[in-house]
């Protein structure tokens, strides 16, 4: 670690390590860190379930999730590391009269921009989901250029990537301080060391919210337990990601034939930790063999936990802050960290570099909390 | 019921008569350790290994259920068994093409990158080989809800060590006070601990299940952890080879009605254990190797059985054209090297506690360096450092075969205590809170594992040395993941794959944590170790998604 440098990244995971990529294209990337708590892949970056969908409710969001599909179509080529990202599909499924109208809206939103989102009646959705129980279904929105990755090669890759080009890769680190003058970054106090910058990129993830609070602004996100399982390795069977707009269940099946899955629980103050929880375990059991009855033969070979880093409006945090020169922001990414990852930090680069983007950034950007009103729901396509 | 319950089963399509209170594999094992399966990526045969429902040697296909354990299974009349890897069959596979393709390993995090255009065709292409068995698409009964309990005391075991304290803790509180769950050595057939949770206000939170059950899902305010050990897996090249075992699993497949599945074994280890195994498997070892100094009681049990017996040898490999013919022994001093006629290689040189739970609960663990794994931090009535969670037997550290009686009292008498509102003692020296694995090390000379390894790899095997039998990952593999830079348990299992497969890390995490402090040139302490996650045993997801009122 040296004494000075032109950006320093807090957290590398996905989002850190995508926006040093991004940032070695326009500094030199021996004057960029990168600081971790912890080693690679601990954080939601090594515990997400994979999928990347561009099937969102607005438009700038599906924009940043279009690129990201890309990005990681090109990725083993590019990087030398296979995520064996699979486009197999993302399929929703709608159970009620008002989520007929969400999916429908979707579908719509997407056809707007291009995208050849589908929709699925009853029949067609069986054929998709082999065994899918049909018990009230009344269809899904489908687009095929979705898909699963595998997170870590991404991560290893990424990392790897830098470290050739000189980036400094800091682990095992903690920040302590963000140090501030006169509404300017000016440097980072870290357990191996201070270090001086004039810019720092808040990519801490489920922990974002206590880096925010070192710089003495207040957060906008706020860490909440997601668990997820995996079975024992199956013949494949299931081409899609599947989810469910009731609760949140989604699941899918893996390279390795694992079919992994998670669901939205609402644990309250009681559980701390990342760790699962035996009700985790039962309710996901419950939901999973509900909508695929078959799986109720399968074995789960793991579960684990990890932190979603959600906003009051569902969309990433993602620019400047206004009152705070230097202090960017990459984050609140709600669980949507990886599959995001690619095109959301390209913008945040781009806010660091002082360069214009072809991304539509303002939805995203910090100043939209300002105003002391609380914002407005926009995102609510917020699971799977 | 006749006396022998005889019943007919149909396996690959063929009748066979099996007995029903005998496990699946009885009725399948004969002379010799049957090739049941093929492994992930290199459809390398493999046969049962563990005995014990760990690894992946034993599964089969039971009436459409994939993967079903045969070591652990009781057949009921008419049950079709099918193997389920392999193709024509799983003894002659085609697909072990692979391994001859692919002689040091089969790289896919690096493989399939280019060219981009490819992609789609790789990813369809390897997925074709991915998966273990299919889950039948048949139509589904209603599902038993799980059943709920509370219960003040909480024991787990099946050994000396758990009936000692249950009887006492019976004795003190009497029979509803106490709940005994059974082994994790046989959880086919009694019911085993999948989680436990650290306490939340003084109440643990666990889950068990019995093969067929409905889950169990239990609360209790003081748990008495008796889960045992278990025999490790050891590094050669053909360590993965048909007819090599564990100590445990040679003690499962020598109850057929054949007697244990070989003529001529090798038997490796050099203390208790061995001497056990010397005087269970009577006529059927032909030689003992002993990776350090064999212990008196061994030698002496050697000669009284005139057996000869190898001190301070390297296990070099075990070949064959199926299963084992010949293994070659290394002595590490002299450097002589013997071959060795042999049909199997029974290991019984390291016994690893089945220490999960006591992971999940928070417990203060501590690195002791002989055998190399961790061990419970423990105040001397039995205490954990977390309040409530108990330690007895050799989960807890006591030898192999060393478990004194008057332990099962003190430690019943500490939970009685506590349970009556007394204060209980926390470990001496160990913090209240924080747990972290890996933070203290016992002194004393080096691991005797870790120095076995070091003269290990200075061999360079030149064929493949599975580190991870489940996941088929190779020694040369994590081998690539030091050179490139990466370290520490947690990233090499995320690399490689090591720990993620159906044993839960329980034959890999051991010998990787000892081969990857060699290799960082870092204490093993310092090299960490996996989270231990639920379930501790691989459940189906319908002993914990049903809805239905009643028992089943």
């Known amino acids: 670690m040296k004494s000075e440098y032109d950006v320093v990244i807090v957290g590398a995971g996905v989002i850190g390590l995508y926006t040093a990529h991004h940032l070695a294209r326009g500094l030199d990337p021996r004057r960029i860190l990168v600081v971790d708590r912890s080693t690679l892949a601990l954080g939601a970056s090594g515990r997400n379930g994979g999928g990347v969908r561009q099937q969102w409710e607005t438009v700038p969001t599906m924009n940043l999730a279009r690129e990201s599909v890309h990005a990681y179509r090109r990725f083993a080529a590019d990087f030398g590391y296979n995520p064996w990202f699979r486009q197999g599909g993302y399929l929703f499924l709608a159970f009620s009269e008002t989520e007929v109208a969400s999916l429908r809206k979707v579908e719509a939103i997407g056809r707007g921009v291009h995208l050849p989102v589908r929709w699925l009646g009853p029949r067609e959705v069986q054929r998709c989901v082999p065994g899918i129980n049909p018990s009230g279904l009344q269809g899904g929105s489908y687009l095929s250029s979705d898909g699963v990755i595998l997170p870590f090669p991404v991560i290893w890759g990424l990392a790897a990537s830098l470290r050739d080009q000189g980036v400094d890769i800091q682990l095992r680190t903690d920040v302590q301080a963000i140090e501030r003058s006169g509404g300017r970054v000016t440097g980072v106090r870290t357990s191996a060391g201070s270090v001086r910058t004039s810019r720092v990129v808040n990519a801490a993830g489920g922990w974002s919210s206590e880096v925010t609070a070192m710089a003495k602004l207040l957060p906008h996100t706020h860490p909440t337990l997601h668990e997820i399982l995996a079975t024992e390795p199956l013949t494949p ?43 985790f375990l039962f309710e996901m059991s419950r939901e999973l063999v509900h909508l695929l009855p078959r799986m109720r033969r399968a074995r789960i070979l793991r579960a684990w936990a990890g932190y979603y880093d959600d906003t009051p409006d569902g969309l990433p945090v993602l620019g400047e802050e206004p009152h ?48 002391g009103d609380a914002p407005r729901a926009m995102e609510r396509l917020q699971l799977g | 019921m006749d006396r022998d319950h005889r019943i007919t089963i149909s396996v690959n399509g063929r009748r066979v008569s099996a007995r029903g209170d005998r496990s699946l594999l009885a009725a399948l094992t004969h002379e010799h350790l049957p090739v049941l399966t ?53 003894q002659h596979d085609l697909w072990a093409l692979f391994d001859r393709l692919f002689p040091r390993y089969l790289d896919t995090t690096h493989g399939f990158t280019r060219p981009a255009f490819l992609r789609p065709v790789y990813t369809r292409f390897v997925r074709r080989f991915s998966g273990q068995g299919a889950v039948p698409d048949d139509a589904p009964g209603p599902l038993p809800r799980p059943l709920e309990r509370e219960t003040p005391v909480l024991v787990v075991g099946g050994g000396q060590a758990a009936l000692s304290v249950a009887s006492e803790l019976v004795r003190m509180l009497g029979p509803d006070r106490v709940l005994h769950i059974g082994h994790p050595k046989r ?109 008196p009681e061994l030698a002496q049990e050697a000669t009284r059985q005139s057996i000869p017996l190898h001190p301070g040898q390297l296990l070099l490999s075990a070949e064959g054209p199926s299963g084992i013919q010949t293994a070659v022994l290394k002595d590490r001093r002299s ?22 739970a006591l992971f999940q609960a928070g417990a203060l663990m501590q690195w002791r ?6 061990f419970p931090v423990l105040a001397s009535n039995g205490a954990t450092s977390v309040p409530g969670l108990y330690a007895i037997g050799e989960v807890a550290g006591s030898g192999f075969g060393a478990f004194p009686e008057e332990e099962a009292h003190r430690v019943a008498q500490s939970v009685v205590a506590q ?134």
């Open chain 2, 335 to 356: 450097g002589a090297t013997t071959p060795v006629s042999v049909d199997a290689i029974v290991l019984a040189h390291r016994r690893i506690p089945h220490a999960a």
């Open chain 2, 187 to 295: 959880p086919g057939l009694q019911h085993s601990l999948l989680f436990l949770r650290p306490p939340v206000r003084g109440v643990f939170e666990a889950v068990a299940y019995r093969q067929g059950e409905p889950a169990l899902r239990l609360q209790s305010r003081a748990v008495v952890l008796a889960t045992g050990a278990y025999d490790a897996s050891l590094l050669f090249p053909g360590n993965d080879r048909p007819g090599v075992m564990t100590a445990e699993g040679a003690e499962t497949f020598a109850s057929g009605e054949d007697g244990p599945p070989f003529r001529h074994a090798l038997l490796f280890g050099a203390g208790p254990r061995a001497v056990e195994m010397l005087s269970r498997l009577k006529g059927r070892v032909a030689l003992v190797a002993t990776p350090w100094e064999a212990t």
């Open chain 2, 419 to 552: 349970l009556e509102g007394g204060k209980e003692s926390a470990p001496e020296g160990a913090p209240s809170e924080g747990p972290v694995p890996g933070a203290t090390s016992s002194p004393g000379p080096e691991c005797p594992m870790l120095s076995y390894y070091r003269d290990f790899l200075r061999e360079r095997p030149q064929s493949k040395v599975m580190l991870c039998a489940c996941e088929d990952v190779c020694l040369d593999e994590m081998e690539g993941v030091v050179r490139e830079g990466w370290g520490g348990l947690e990233v090499a299992k995320r690399i490689s794959g090591v720990g993620m497969g159906l044993c839960q890390g329980r034959y890999c995490v051991p010998e990787t944590m000892l081969v990857l402090s060699l290799l960082e040139r870092r204490p093993p302490s310092e090299i960490g170790t996996i989270t231990q996650r639920p379930p501790i045993w691989p459940v189906p997801l319908g002993a914990l998604a049903g809805t239905e009122e009643g028992t089943p």
């Open chain 1, 237 to 279: 069977f299931l081409d899609p990601m599947v989810v469910t707009l009731r609760r949140g269940v989604y699941f899918s099946q893996t390279m390795r034939g694992e079919v992994v899955g998670g669901m939205t629980l609402d644990h309250g103050p009681e559980v701390r930790g990342m760790a699962s929880t035996p009700r």
């Open chain 1, 324 to 371: 705070l020169k230097g202090f960017h922001q990459a984050n609140g990414l709600g669980g949507h960290g990886f599959m995001l990852a690619p095109a959301a930090t390209r913008l945040v680069a781009e806010g660091v570099l002082e360069k214009r983007s072809d991304q539509d950034g303002k939805p995203f950007a910090p100043d939209r909390f300002g105003n």
């Open chain 2, 369 to 374: 360096d002989d055998p190399g794994a961790y």
């Open chain 2, 38 to 90: 093929r492994s992930l990526k290199y459809h390398r045969p493999r046969a049962p290994f563990c005995g014990t429902g760990q690894c992946t040697g034993c599964l089969v296909r039971v009436n459409g259920e994939p993967s079903v354990r045969a070591c652990e299974y009781l057949p009921r009349e008419g049950d079709v068994v099918r193997t389920q890897r392999g193709w024509p069959s799983t």
